[in-house]
């Protein structure tokens, strides 16, 4: 079976760990950690990194961190992981979904103006499959609108995104540098991993503090022990640590090794009609974090069975993700059921699209035989 995602890790690495454990800084303080947070919120443009145990519990400190009332609205797509959505029922506000864009699979930015209301705060784009969001119509809605803006950039490390391009001098950013603040993940099958792990960056000295409150009890000077405010125990171990500093380090290689894979796929795949590829604006540098492909309608299966079909030909598959408004989890937190229909694009994808083997340790002969399975399954 070729594995949809296989991490790939280095001497320096095991280096790092190995230093870890002979001079015991194993737990959440060390240099390490603090190399981490500076390298990755410097690759980012920001200031502040605080590293946390996974993406998730960054999502969740994030929300909290705007410090948002009960009933408060955040707009975010309703195509991602449930994290998204999550972290904002958990905050006591309300998830307010849009669809997604046919294109680049991410938020639709043109259908968020008519989602704002007086009790909208924050927007949280969330960059899709290793692409970004137009992230220039939203943050000038925010600014409209006296809103936040969290990016979700769990899937973008190192992704940019060509910043001003109405203005005379548009400039290349990195995804995550972009809002007020940001979350990255750090799992194995991201494009920089620490196993388990997330982080926060911002330049915001303040969310900054809030953030390194929350992710541990809520401690606070002058006197340990004595607390104003209830946090998590979220923080990451200074080994965890030890392996992103490696993966930081090597962030261009890896973002142009993905950026090999998608481009050989793409090569052999275009010829497929009837199977929609990932896309790349001109105002976006894709990260392509995983190969994502859609069944035309034409076709008479759905991903499902492709999964399946490709399974048997020893190609390991993941399904795209299914909206927020179609989880039963969040029925009875702002997104109750609705007919069918109503977010057309998220829904479609949800059940045409996949992914294929894309991980940093995949061959070239790797590839071509996914290509071969797939063509064989389409073309029969
Ligand atoms: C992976 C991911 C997360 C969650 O990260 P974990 O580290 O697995 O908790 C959040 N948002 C998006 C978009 C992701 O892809």
Redesign the pocket.
């Known amino acids: 079976m070729i594995p949809v995602n296989e991490p790939r890790l280095g001497p320096e690495e095991l280096e790092n760990v190995v230093d870890c454990i002979r001079t015991g800084w194993i737990s959440s303080a060390g240099r390490y950690l603090e190399k981490f947070e500076a390298d990755w919120a410097r690759a980012c443009g920001v200031r502040h990194g605080v590293a946390v145990c996974?993406?998730?519990?960054a999502?969740q400190i994030s929300v909290e961190a705007l410090r948002l009332e009960p009933g408060d609205e955040v707009i975010l797509p309703t195509f991602?992981?449930i994290?998204?959505a999550m972290a904002i029922v958990k905050a006591g506000a309300v998830p307010v979904v849009v669809d997604s864009d046919p294109r680049t699979w991410g938020m639709n930015v043109e259908a968020i103006a008519d989602r704002i209301t007086p009790r909208t705060r924050a927007i949280m784009p969330?960059h899709m499959y290793g692409h970004p969001v137009d992230m220039d119509p939203i943050l000038e809605l925010a600014r409209r609108h006296g809103l936040r803006v969290l990016e979700?950039a769990?899937?973008v490390h190192g992704a940019e995104y060509l910043s001003g391009r109405a203005t005379p001098q548009p400039t290349w950013r990195r995804c995550g540098g972009l809002g007020d603040l940001a979350?990255f993940?750090?799992?194995a099958n991201?494009l920089i991993t620490t196993g388990?792990?997330?982080m926060v960056v911002t330049d915001d000295d303040e969310i900054a503090g809030r953030l390194r409150g929350l992710r541990n009890l809520c401690f606070r000077p002058p006197r340990r022990f004595y607390h104003t405010e209830l946090g998590y125990n979220f923080r990451m171990t200074n080994l965890q640590a030890a392996i992103g500093v490696a993966q930081v380090a090597r962030l261009d290689s890896i973002v142009a090794r993905k950026r090999e894979i998608a481009h050989r796929y793409s090569r052999r795949l275009a010829r497929i009609g009837a199977l929609q590829l990932p896309h790349e604006e001109p105002w976006a540098r894709s990260v392509y974090w995983v190969y994502g492909v859609v069944l035309d309608d034409r076709l008479p299966f759905d991903a499902e069975e492709f999964a399946r079909r490709l399974a048997a030909k020893g190609v390991e598959t993941r399904p795209f993700f299914l909206g927020m408004h179609e989880q039963p989890a969040l029925h009875a937190h702002g997104l109750p059921a609705r007919p069918a229909g109503e977010f057309p694009v998220a829904e479609r994808l949800a059940r045409r699209g996949l992914y294929l083997p894309a991980g940093l340790a995949i061959t070239d002969a790797q590839i071509d035989q996914v290509c071969e399975a797939v063509e064989s399954i389409i073309d029969a």
């Open positions: 996974n993406g998730t519990a999502l991602t992981i994290s998204c969330v979700d769990a899937e979350t993940s750090f799992y991201k388990e792990g997330g």
